[in-house]
């Protein structure tokens, strides 16, 4: 495969109108190693600004900027065509710049076919070793330099938040505000302690669910005996397992969200000359769920967003033996939740070809920092987090430890919301935490 060696660079793309605001493309090509930048191959990173049709063209040159950082890992930046709820807040004052991390969307992707012109399973893990978020902050460092050179306002959501953080490390001259929601980032030590709590709170989410639609229960149980008895198969051809069909738990993640489990379920089996089948309705939707084929690098990257100075060892699933009520053998089995483990890569047909590069990155001890504990103690930076008290997929606890070690963070606890916040008020969650900065 042919690497790009052409020198670092921005080029300004297209500009449309859509309702009630104007979009501008941006292009980057950056180094794959901003720290090895003189011998480095370069790659390309694309972000989308989002402006308000309110104010004229001269009016948006004068309005600050604003980075929205995409949960993930492996998310490409929200695509939207009309400004709601957050952003329609943020654009009332800011010039929204909308991120694709390195890998994702319109950057430079990294996928199953992309990978494999890069080498073996060794190379392909290599270069994957850049794309975690100190690298994403350097690559938004250089979209800052290039666009206006002022420091700029950030926001973070989910894993978007940790990234924030790794942002107050290591550029904080960049920054003229942080704001996090749903991403506090432990910033130190093993990522089993993480999935020990998450685990802990997704249970509880099972059984605040199964509370509210008994008969749930049941059908999720019914389901997952079916799949050990029966072959079903999902329309990309690969059969459906009960360790699979767990996933769809990733709908306990969010107040938005969740209630749609129960439409997901209900009409989950269909008569059949043949017998009792899943629906072809169901299978879909759940085909759709499971599969990583649109986001490969979160199930790649997931546990090494964690990995600093040891290898993860696929925590989730060593971890997993102390709550046998997940397994999929359990009498009456838990859904799962936000977690990779390494059977992903023997039943997903987009992850099938990354499995040893997946093993690799789970092996890997030397992962380089992406906090610096000391510099967070001496923040200067004005920093609000809203965090969510029930939240499964970042515990509170931990998360409230993290804002503990950051100077002037100013923290919002509350249980109104789940991981999905900002899309369920996310215009009210945006100007609180806006307020908080001052």
């Not at 306990?252 to 629906?279: C, I, K, M, Q, Y």
Request: hydrophobic content about 40%; some cysteine.
């Amino acid at each position: 495969m042919n690497r790009t060696t052409s020198a670092a660079g921005y080029r300004r793309g297209n500009s449309y109108a859509m309702r009630s605001m104007l979009t501008t493309e941006h292009f980057f090509t950056v180094p794959l190693d901003h720290w090895d930048a003189g011998k480095s191959e370069t790659i390309d990173v694309f972000a989308r600004e989002y402006t308000s049709s309110d104010f004229t063209e001269a009016e948006v040159a004068t309005l600050p900027w604003l980075l929205f950082l995409q949960g993930g890992p492996g998310g490409r930046g929200v695509r939207t065509t009309q400004l709601s709820g957050w952003m329609k807040a943020a654009a009332k004052r800011f010039r929204i710049l909308m991120l694709d991390q390195r890998g994702t969307g319109l950057s430079t992707p990294a996928d199953a076919a992309t990978l494999a012109g890069r080498g073996g399973a060794e190379e392909q893990a290599a270069y994957l070793t850049h794309f975690r978020a100190d690298s994403i902050v350097a690559d938004a460092e250089f979209a800052r330099r290039q666009l206006s050179g002022e420091p700029w306002t950030v926001f973070g959501q989910s894993y978007g938040g940790f990234c924030v953080l790794t942002y107050l490390s290591f550029a904080p001259e960049g920054l003229q505000r942080a704001l996090i929601t749903g991403g506090l980032a432990p910033l130190t030590g093993s990522p089993d302690r993480v999935y020990e709590a998450t685990f802990q709170r997704v249970e509880k989410r099972n059984s605040e669910y199964f509370d509210w639609y008994p008969g749930d229960r049941s059908m999720v149980t019914r389901i997952a005996r079916h799949l050990d008895s029966t072959v079903e198969e999902l329309p990309s051809g690969e059969r459906l397992t009960a360790r699979r069909f767990q996933m769809v738990g990733s709908f306990l993640g969010g107040n938005t969200r969740v209630d749609a489990l129960h439409f997901l379920l209900e009409d989950a089996f269909v008569e059949t000359p043949g017998g009792e089948r899943l629906s072809a309705s169901f299978l879909w939707q759940v085909g759709a769920l499971v599969t990583r084929a649109s986001n490969p690098l979160y199930a790649l990257m997931h546990e090494s967003i964690y990995g600093q100075g040891a290898a993860s060892n696929w925590a989730a699933e060593r971890v997993l033996t102390a709550f046998p009520q997940f397994l999929p053998s359990a009498e009456q089995p838990l859904l799962t939740g936000e977690v990779v483990y390494p059977w992903y890569f023997e039943e997903d047909p987009a992850l099938v070809p990354l499995r040893r590069t997946a093993e690799l990155l789970a092996e890997k001890e030397d992962w380089g920092p992406l906090y610096d504990v000391g510099r967070l103690r001496r923040n200067t930076v004005p920093a609000a987090a809203a965090v969510y008290r029930d939240d499964i997929y970042v515990d509170r606890d931990l998360s409230l430890a993290t804002a503990r070690e950051v100077k002037g963070l100013a923290v919002w606890e509350t249980p109104d919301f789940h991981h999905d916040g900002i899309a369920d008020d996310g215009e009210a969650i945006f100007e609180r935490l806006i307020a908080l900065t001052g």
